[in-house]
């Protein structure tokens, strides 16, 4: 991960100056914190404890990579840092204290980049993810014991506001790289997004399985993580959903045959291979952020069964979301499969998700846009 530049002060006085009333705390600060803030212009404030620290430099991922800031120690021994204005969407930060990656002690931890980490929200001005006066659904933790990767599986399951009452359809979910199945309940707030939406009368009540995107026996675990492994993980995942998890959710669930399944960046792969090597199970594949692997310029979907939707009967429902700010790698891998259906007249729907990055502020808009065209 690259380092963002940072401009040290030695004006603390300045510092404290700089330091506005006009912020508002983030809200994925802990109950009782004022840090991190943010102002109308997208600019944020940090404020952290390393008394004993010589050097601390604010870092982050993908959405912190163009930001600069700057950084003075009080003589408390806190650290205020102050950044140039942020895009808007939900960001994965960290500071490295001294050469040490250490996490902001005023946020809520959130599992991203394969560890927990502080997360900042920088508002967009929308409220569909936001908690409303509407009757709730939720999210219950469950599990299975898997033959085919000799272990256990957990995952969450949301069940809406209504449950109980009818059968309902499921859509099976999947997260990103370096994540698990607390993103889509956590950075991903999808718990609001759907109370919103059935209250609304906007979507079809459904069942939604948060299910763990990697599959790998004991032995496989210890091939190195690449390409490859992703790969043989979705290979085995497909077994999984197809032979396990869905006669699992079948029989302890209420639900009826309507099945749709989507996923984000690697999640995004994972449902294209499964849906597409399943047509005739799934009314709905959703690609959000997609990611094709181990695909060659004379084969792009060598690893990826997506012509299977085009001799399918059912022809299910495709969706492809991406944010207009994401990498030109993402744009190379959306394109490739849109000019594919186009050239075989397969049809399918184009969500750009405005001045976003590849981060979950896309994902959330598009499991918004996709929530309603499903089970219809």
Known sequence: MQKLKIITSILGLCSAMV???????????????????????????????????????????DGMQNIKSTVAKDKDGFW???????????????????????????????????????GIEVPSGEDFFFEK?????????????????????????????????????????????????TGWEK???????????FAEKKAKEMIV???????????????PDDYPRTVLSTKNLDKIVVQELIPYIEKKYKTNAK??????????YQAMFIGANHPELFSAIGAFSPV???????????????????????????FIGIGEKEDARFFEFNETIINYLNQNKYPYLQYKSSQTYHEWLTWRRCLYQFAQKIFR
């Open 19 to 61: 330091f506005s009333q006009h912020y508002t705390t983030s809200v994925t600060a802990l109950k009782g914190k004022e840090f991190p803030k943010v102002d109308k212009e997208r600019q944020t404030q940090f404020k952290v404890y390393f008394p004993d620290a010589k050097s601390v430099v604010l870092d982050g991922g």
């Open 80 to 118: 205020n840092v102050s950044t140039s204005p942020m895009e808007i969407g939900f960001h994965y930060y960290w500071f490295n204290v001294d050469g040490k990656r250490t996490n902001d002690p005023n946020t809520e931890l959130y599992f991203g980049y394969g560890q927990p980490t502080s």
């Open 292 to 318: 094709i692997y181990e695909g060659t310029e004379s084969q792009p979907f060598k690893e990826l069964p997506i012509s299977n939707v085009l001799k399918s009967q059912q022809k299910p429902f495709f």
């Open 259 to 268: 099945k749709a399944i989507a996923g984000l960046s690697r999640g995004s």
């Open 133 to 181: 006066k509407v009757k709730h659904g939720k999210i219950i933790d469950d599990s299975l014991n898997s033959e085919i990767i000799k272990g256990k599986r957990n995952f969450k399951v949301y069940l809406p506001p209504n449950y109980g009452t009818e059968k309902l359809p499921v859509l099976y979910l999947y997260h990103g790289t370096g994540e698990d199945i």
């Open 209 to 223: 399985v948060m299910d763990y995107g990697v599959a790998l026996n004991p032995e496989e675990e210890k091939m």
């Open 187 to 197: 950075q991903g707030y999808i718990r609001n997004i759907l109370d919103n939406l």
